[in-house]
């Protein structure tokens, strides 16, 4: 546990590099992220095609534990006006493109995307794919709430080319879903998986979290066995992030007194990690395990696996579009989100302007910064190129991780980094060494969770 004291440090997740607190805001302007947009998808459209997330933020009560951004609501008199923002926001892209884009992916995320009825998922889908070609071998997923996924939501989005769907089950102690305001009975989630494998759905994932209050190792055991007897084609398994000052009242409702201490929340890591590689699963990356013939599990086996703001992906797109409130597009050489409030996301796009409200242009020095950190993520290693331009800051990454070699979590051979099996856990830490931005403006407030 020495190794857990010296590096549980808070730590980026690493969807993107530059990461969002270091974005440079004010050398963004609007007109520069449209031009580098249209260089990305002319770049990528005819070769792999594009990637679409989609957020959809309403859910009908909060779940304390939830660092999304979203808008609780049980009025749904809500899907209709957002539906039709989102479409007029896709329109702003179809102007700029000029030019049909090919599909590749497409994930809708929330908040809780199966709020919306069945019939607006289906005119949000349609009204796209009119103006786009969806590939043959697109990959289409959406996340869903157990207790209001039915069958017409899984059949519809089916029927719209979906074959993965991801459940927030996080834990199935009662004791836990109590205090994290998200109860949801095993009986429910069992039933819709069922209902998703009849229809032919070919992957499903559940999310869970360890380190939630009032968790414990007998509680985690117990939630695992049961999971086990669905068999889910992939897990993800994330570390709670505490962090009421960002994410404010829901998790002020308990206090770091009801949460793991850090043996602990180090112990329930290792328990599942130990239980799901004894049940068959592989680890995949940060924070996930697939089975054998999962798409993931094949992506991490012939390195073609992906990462960007979705999490890990198997499709591997120079261009992520994001529609919908807080969303975030990676247009490769530049970022860019979208207004959070959902309100006034709609007035700006109801007006015919782009709601992007912040972004960043990434540097030479960040576009070869971030192929580091994405290939240590996705694959455990990485490795400079012969074209690589001279970089001090790669060179000052490489003393950063001396200590950590020294604590066995790396190896470091010339041009290359590999991580071991001990150093996985601490991978956060290991990519922290390469974020230049970080090291020269060290944060005077925590901007992160724990990395363990």
């Known amino acids: 546990m020495n190794l857990l004291r010296k590096y549980n440090v808070a730590a980026p997740r690493y969807t993107s590099y530059p990461t969002v607190p270091y974005w440079d805001e004010a ?12 260089k990305a998808f002319h770049a990528t459209n005819n070769d792999n095609g594009i990637s679409l997330y989609i957020h959809l933020p309403f859910c009908e009560s909060l779940c304390t534990y939830c660092g999304c951004n979203k808008h609780i609501t049980v009025n749904h008199a809500v899907e209709g006006p957002y539906i039709k923002a989102v479409l007029q926001e896709w329109q702003l892209y ?7 884009p090919r599909l590749r992916e497409i994930h809708l995320g929330g908040g809780t995307p199966t709020f919306f009825s069945p019939q607006q998922l289906r005119h949000l889908l349609e009204a796209i794919y009119k103006t786009a070609t969806l590939l043959p071998d697109a990959s289409l997923s959406f996340e869903g709430h157990p207790n209001n996924t039915t069958p017409a939501h899984m059949q519809t989005l089916y029927e719209l080319g979906f074959r993965r769907m991801s459940l927030g089950i996080q834990d199935l102690d009662p004791r836990v879903q109590h205090i994290i305001h998200r109860i949801q009975p095993y009986e429910n989630v069992a039933t819709v998986v069922e209902q998703a494998r009849l229809i032919g759905y070919t992957s499903i994932n559940f999310d869970l979290i360890y380190g939630l209050p009032l968790q414990t190792a007998a509680g985690m055991e117990s939630t695992i066995r049961q999971v086990m007897q669905l068999r889910p084609d992939r897990i993800s398994f994330y570390s709670y992030a505490h962090v009421p000052w ?30 799901f590689t004894a049940y068959g699963y592989t680890e995949i990356g940060m924070d996930h395990f697939a089975l054998p013939g999962d798409a993931l599990h094949e992506a991490f086996t012939n390195g073609t696996l992906h990462r960007n703001f979705m999490g890990y992906t198997v499709t591997h797109t120079s261009l992520l579009v994001g529609l919908g409130a807080s969303s975030i597009g990676d247009g490769w050489y530049a970022y860019a989100q979208n207004e959070k409030s959902t309100a006034a996301y709609q007035q700006i796009v109801g007006s015919g302007q782009w709601p992007v409200k912040r972004g960043h242009i990434l540097d030479e020095e960040d576009l070869l910064l971030r192929r580091h950190i994405h290939a240590l993520m996705c694959h455990f290693e990485t490795a400079c190129n012969k074209y690589d331009p001279p970089c001090n800051a790669v060179v000052e990454s490489l003393e950063r991780l001396q200590e950590l070699e020294k604590d066995g979590l790396v190896n470091i051979q010339p041009g ?24 020269r403006k060290l944060p005077a407030a925590q901007l992160f969770s724990q990395a363990i």
């Open 94 to 100: 179809l102007q700029l493109f000029e030019q049909k």
């Open 416 to 439: 290359k980094v590999t991580v071991t099996r001990a150093g996985r856990p601490f991978i956060r830490n290991i990519c922290m060494a390469f974020d230049a931005r970080l090291w």
């Open 27 to 38: 050398s963004f302007d609007l007109t520069r992220w449209q031009q580098l947009l249209k």
């Open 246 to 275: 960002v994410k404010g009242v829901g998790q002020r409702l308990f206090t770091t007194a009801d949460l793991p201490d850090e043996k602990a929340k180090q112990g329930l890591y290792e328990l599942g990690k130990k239980m």
